[in-house]
């Protein structure tokens, strides 16, 4: 069963626009939520995350959104460049364990 | 480097035979991590090692798959009589303790004719 779920596949902005990759799951347990970003031919990298006390959590370009109660997370990238084209993993864990992935939402963001 | 580096990069096997992956972690990481990503699939989580402990296998999907991790340090994946549908990019990840951020390898892409 798919705890974590990306149901966009894929995404395309302008550059300079903003984008927003949504993540939604299941189990109300998960307490920490992280994005990876993974270009290809290579492994995932971490991005950002968000421990369940917060609602927001920001890194420069990037801010990840909380929503508990609709078991929903997002990320922003405001502005959006071309090297933020890549596929992002939305991923959960319970206190750091058993972390689930989605699968992925690639962003390509053109000039 | 001091990444987690994944040898081979890519493996290309024959239906029936065995392979074996490795994953040497960032040094000092006590949690080591074994997924899997199909076509157009997201991360399949597989095993997960966290220092002495009894690994976490609850992910493999047939008894043809094992793993070990040597030392508290290096991992082996090994998958028996391989299946095409075995045919995957295999990723390790490492975090300093459970429950951090998880550092990847580039993966093996596995293939199985």
């Known amino acids: 069963d798919q705890q974590v779920k990306q149901n966009s596949p894929s995404l395309s902005v302008q550059e300079g626009r903003i984008s927003i990759l949504n993540c939604d799951y299941t189990n109300s347990m998960f307490d920490y939520f992280l994005w990876y970003k993974k270009y290809p031919a290579e492994g995932p990298t971490f991005l950002i995350s968000i421990s369940s006390i917060k609602d927001k959590n920001e890194d420069g370009r990037f801010t990840v959104f909380l929503n508990k109660s609709a078991k929903h997370l997002s990320l922003h990238i405001v502005p959006s460049q071309p090297g933020d084209s890549a596929v992002y993993f939305c991923a959960a864990s319970v206190m750091g364990n058993d972390m689930r992935f989605g699968a992925g939402t690639r962003l390509t963001v053109k000039p | 480097g001091a990444g987690v580096s994944q040898s081979p990069s890519n493996k290309v096997t024959e239906k029936g035979k065995d392979v074996e992956l490795r994953c040497d972690p960032i040094?000092?990481?006590?949690?080591l991590y074994w997924y899997r990503q199909s076509l157009g699939q997201g991360l399949e989580f597989l095993i997960y090692?966290?220092?002495?402990?009894?690994?976490?296998k609850s992910g493999l999907p047939s008894d043809r798959f094992s793993a070990e991790r040597t030392g508290g340090s290096v991992s082996t994946l090994t998958i028996q009589r391989t299946q095409q549908e075995d045919s995957a990019v295999y990723l390790c990840a490492s975090s300093l303790v459970s429950g951090n951020e998880q550092y990847f390898g580039p993966g093996t892409r596995l293939t199985v004719t």
């Open positions: 040094s000092g990481h006590t949690a």
């Open positions: 090692f966290q220092g002495n402990s009894a690994p976490d």
